[in-house]
């Protein structure tokens, strides 16, 4: 008998196993030209599958040496424009040839390739995928009920993750260390059992590392030039939960079934997130509901009619523009990575899906920065309702988002009221972040509770940034500074003096914000664990950074909270009169101010329209009310000016036009 097999064939390791089993003894075996061709290419580009072919064929050669079978090969090696042509057949092709040429059986274990060969009247041998009769993998060994991860790398002792998502050790599982030829071979059984297992899956195939699902276990193997050695990793769930396991799942049960269907499931990796999306996915299908999945790799644990869909030609949009077809109720995306992924998902809830997300991130403040770097802020709460927090597998927080207008908190003075999202905590209805647009910027601004004793009035025009852990009083962030009088801030350097600490503390932060300012830098120590700091307006984004960076950077170094604030703010603060002031200009004329406004009374001028200023210099026109008064807002830029200018002792004065 004489046997062509193909590049499939080869790959799928299936003809040295029949062989074996005295199936084709004694049969003369001619290995084209094409298909070493193939599998070097395959294995030049650090493709698993390119290795496991070749180790096949040397499989043949040994038994062709022991005379059980005679091995030929036939054939012209394919040029480069075959090769770049051979997903289009071009390979293909020349392997039927050789068949052709040499009346011989065909054998392949790729369906389309059968089918061709048929067409063209050769005797063909399908080896159709095996689907029984599994025997335990290589790599089964190093597994018990409380292994969760395997870790195999040449010349190194296998290593193994056990216990609980609660408790985790890495332990030694043997003392000898792997070789690489185990790690060939295991690797080699991994990908024949992915080809031939329906519930097997090689979801990336790349420059050296192949990542492969089969059933529950996630392997993953690498080798030169991608890693410094072979190594092979393997994953798998070692409990299975429902949604009525976790604590807080009436929660989740009752807004995702409700008409809030965005929600996202965050935590840090290794933290439970996929066990919770499978648990949800397999909830909402028992529950009446059309699921269906998006996941690169596939590795979500769901029953079979929930289907799982991976990337299309590589890209989940392409994935989202079959599932918008399809109209399934419900969509699970594991996981979100790309910027590309978080548009998929806004789109796909916009539209009007259900759609859970998967995010890994160490904090919703994360979670949320990640969201808003790539969709805008406004329409987040439309895409997002819900956010659940897992820690060690555990649900500890829920989170709402909303949209309103008001003012933000730590913003104020000349912010007015703006679009504003907000996330709060679902049990106790507490603030936790703000995410708004401020100078061109996203800011994800974290609300914290200051205690009362050390509480610090924070001003509305600042940025207020606290220790991570110490929330801030949003009432108290609201309030408006007071003038600085000499005597206390005498009092404060006086103070300052008498603790040397805070001579240091400011030194630091001078230091730190230094780095972003030009200017001089003036730091005013508050409390141990307070400061305000005020440099060049021109220099206030680049110390906050994009969503609030550099400066909780800064904060979580020092360890004091830091108020940034403008040089001007601090100009004006200078100037500024008490509340329900009042200077007397002579003449009968009057300045009064209050929370609001400052006066000018003038009742010798009732009824006329008049130019004020300050010496001889002209500041601006205005009417006189009937009852002898000019009214101007107090923080405006004309009242502040006229104080500043009676402050250096100018005369104001009136002149009718």
Known sequence: MILVPDTSVLIDGRITSMIKAGEYKGATIIVPEAVIAELEAQANNGREIGFSGLNELQSLCKMAEEKTIELKFSGIRPTLEQVKLASGGEIDAMIRSIAIENKARF????????????????????????????????????????????????????????????????????????????????????????????????????????????????????????SDGMEITAVRPIVDVTLKDYTKSDIITKRITSDKRGMLIVGAPGGGKTTLAQSVATYLSE??????????????????????????????????????????????????????????????????????????????????????????????????????????????????????????????????????????????????????????????????????????????????????????????????????????????????????????NEKEIQREIGRYSDGFVDVQMLSDTKAVVYIDDKDVPAAIGKGGKNISAIVNKLGIGIDIKPRSEFDRQQVQPKNDEEFNLGGGLKIQTDKKQLTIVAPGESGKIVDVFAGKEYLFTATVNETGEIHLAKNSSIAQEMIRRYTNNEVIKLRPV
């Open 107 to 226: 054998i392949t274990s790729d369906n389309v390739q059968a089918e061709v060969a048929r067409a063209k009247g050769l005797d063909v041998i399908y080896l159709k995928p095996q689907v029984t009769d599994f025997v335990p993998l290589a790599i089964d060994q190093f597994f018990d009920e409380h292994t969760i991860a395997v870790y195999l790398k040449e010349r190194i002792s296998p290593m193994a993750k056990k216990g609980s998502i609660n408790d985790m050790k890495l332990v030694k599982i043997r003392d000898a260390p792997t070789s690489e030829y185990e790690l060939r071979m295991m690797a080699q059984e991994i990908l024949e059992r992915a080809k031939r297992d329906p519930d097997g899956f090689i979801e990336v195939e790349k420059r050296g590392i192949t990542v492969v699902q089969i059933g529950s276990m996630r392997i993953a193997i690498a080798r030169r030039p991608f």
């Open 287 to 504: 529950s009446g509901f059309v699921v269906k999945t998006m996941e690169a790799p596939r590795e979500l644990q769901v029953p079979d009619q929930i289907t799982q869909y991976t990337m299309l030609d590589g890209s989940m949009a392409n994935t989202a523009d079959v599932l918008l077809l399809v109209r399934p109720d419900f969509v699970i995306f594991d996981e979100l990575r790309k910027a590309e992924d978080f548009s998929v998902f806004s789109d796909m809830r916009l539209a009007g899906l259900g759609m859970v997300g998967v995010i890994h991130a160490n904090g919703v403040q994360d979670a949320v920065q990640r969201f808003s770097d790539r969709v805008d802020f406004s329409v987040l709460s439309q895409v997002v309702n819900t956010i659940i927090f897992l820690k060690q597998g555990v649900i500890t927080k829920v989170y709402d988002v909303a949209f309103t207008i008001k003012v933000p908190e730590g913003m104020g003075g000349e912010v007015h009221l703006r679009p504003v999202t907000t996330v709060t905590d679902h049990e106790t209805g507490e603030l936790v972040l703000d995410i708004f647009r401020y100078d061109g910027q996203t800011i994800v601004m974290p609300v914290m509770v200051v205690p009362q004793a050390a509480a610090v009035p924070a001003a509305r025009s600042g940025i207020q940034v606290q220790n991570v852990g110490q929330p801030v009083n949003t009432h108290e962030s609201m309030r408006a500074p007071q003038a600085t009088p000499e005597p206390a801030r005498k009092e404060r350097e006086k103070e300052s003096d008498e603790r040397p600490g805070w001579k240091l």
